[in-house]
């Protein structure tokens, strides 16, 4: 158990200066390729514990998990981490921080759509609550330039919640690291498709006439050089690899209700870590915000933490709830 927390502050330092390094290196490359470098060096680094995943379940891939590992890799990287990526370019890297932390939230919404999980009253409360810590940081009084980086940002979140919905019931199948270091195989090579597809001549200049200059002839490896390499490997290995290695080695030596504390420490402890290497300044907003969306994913934690007494208050309810319709 000390080791699963251990994992879980060194995921949260990690996940905590992702946006920071993503917003140092965005000007140095196209975003399109920086996603596709940063997942293909991530699921380099996750390979081995991912082959050893599978070696200990004794599970052997077929043609329909392949066809699973393309979906699940496609709407991961190819959709979410590139909407992810464009927001960092246009929004401050403590509001993209804060808010792709919610995707828990859509995590619920998704499994009740999609797995008709049930929804219980502390998660509408999470809810909630989340989505006024969310129009606190949006600040709708005083709209700024951001709100198309907001916008991306949520997009991210909820695809990003999407991917691991689709995951859950194969996790278990799998292992978490295999799962991931899987999905990124094959998003990665998908990403390598499109972008060969932008350096056809005809996509290119159809891409740059539609005002869409950036996504026409993207590069793979051009541009990396001595300055920008050790930002390159800070993301690829570290944050996206590493980060992702302890996240799953966490949930494995504590539970997924314990792990998911990374992604509801991140939020107050990414724009700190924005305040002092990017000078981003935390307005009273953004502190209200802050605080509004740690209550909300702390409601939903805390039924993790006290499964045992959440359990009899829900079947106290149950009963008063069926003592009335009884009485009707």
């Known amino acids: 158990m000390k080791k699963g927390y251990i994992y879980i502050i060194i995921s949260t330092i990690l996940f905590s200066t992702m946006e920071i390094a993503l917003k140092i290196s965005a000007g140095q490359f196209n975003p399109i390729q920086l996603t596709f470098l940063r997942f293909l060096i ?8 991912a082959l050893r995943s599978l ?6 891939l077929r043609g329909g998990d392949l066809i699973f590992f393309a979906l699940s890799g496609f709407i991961c990287v190819v959709v979410s981490m590139v909407l992810y990526q464009l927001s960092i370019l246009s929004a401050p890297a403590s509001v993209v921080a804060v808010l792709f932390s919610c995707n828990p939230v859509f995590v619920i919404l998704f499994a009740f759509l999609l797995l008709r999980e049930k929804i219980y009253k502390h998660t509408v409360v999470s809810i909630l609550i989340s989505a006024a810590g969310i129009i606190f940081i949006m600040n709708p009084l005083k709209i700024s330039a951001s709100v198309s980086g907001i916008v991306l940002t949520m997009l991210a979140a909820v695809t990003f919640a999407l991917y691991g919905v689709m995951g859950r019931g194969r996790s278990q199948k799998y292992g978490g690291v295999a799962l991931t270091c899987f999905s990124f195989i094959f998003g990665s090579t998908e990403m390598l498709l499109l972008i060969l597809v932008t350096k056809i001549g005809g996509v290119a200049s159809f891409l740059s006439r539609s005002g869409l200059g950036g996504f026409a002839n993207i590069p793979i490896f051009s541009g990396i050089n001595i300055q920008n390499l050790p930002a390159l490997i800070y993301i690829g290995v570290f944050v996206t690899g590493f980060g992702f290695a302890f996240y799953f080695l966490a949930m494995e030596a504590t539970n997924a209700a314990t792990a998911s504390l990374v992604f509801f420490i991140k939020p107050a402890l990414a724009p700190v870590f924005a305040l002092i290497i990017l000078s981003e300044q935390i307005g009273a907003n953004m502190i209200i ?3 509004l969306m740690l209550i909300g994913s702390l409601i939903i934690f805390i039924p993790g933490v006290m499964p045992h007494k959440f359990k009899i208050l829900q079947e106290i309810n149950e009963k008063s709830t069926e003592n009335v319709n009884d009485s009707i």
């Open 42 to 49: 991530g699921s380099v680094i996750l390979i081995i514990p």
């Open 55 to 60: 070696k200990k379940r004794g599970c052997k």
């Open 289 to 291: 915000g802050i605080i």
